[in-house]
């Protein structure tokens, strides 16, 4: 049997497109890659996360907005 860790990616949907974002640090937990490019995209200080969902062998995390959202 053999391991491997797989590459995390970062979905963040911003008007209509969907915006991939490496991983900046493997040693970085998901809140702190969200802080990380919270800089950049301030949207994602309310983001809820989504995942991983493994394709094509990579980890897949999904950075969804809670604004203009009621409930």
Request: charged share 25%.
């Amino acid at each position: 049997m053999k391991t491997m860790i797989l590459p995390r990616i970062f979905l963040h949907k911003e008007n209509g497109q969907e915006i991939r974002l490496t991983d900046p640090n493997d040693t970085f937990n998901i809140t702190d890659v969200q802080n990380f490019y919270s800089g950049t995209y301030p949207v994602l200080t309310n983001a809820k996360i989504i995942g991983p969902e493994i394709k094509d062998d990579e980890a897949v995390y999904r950075f969804e907005s809670t604004m203009g959202t009621k409930g």
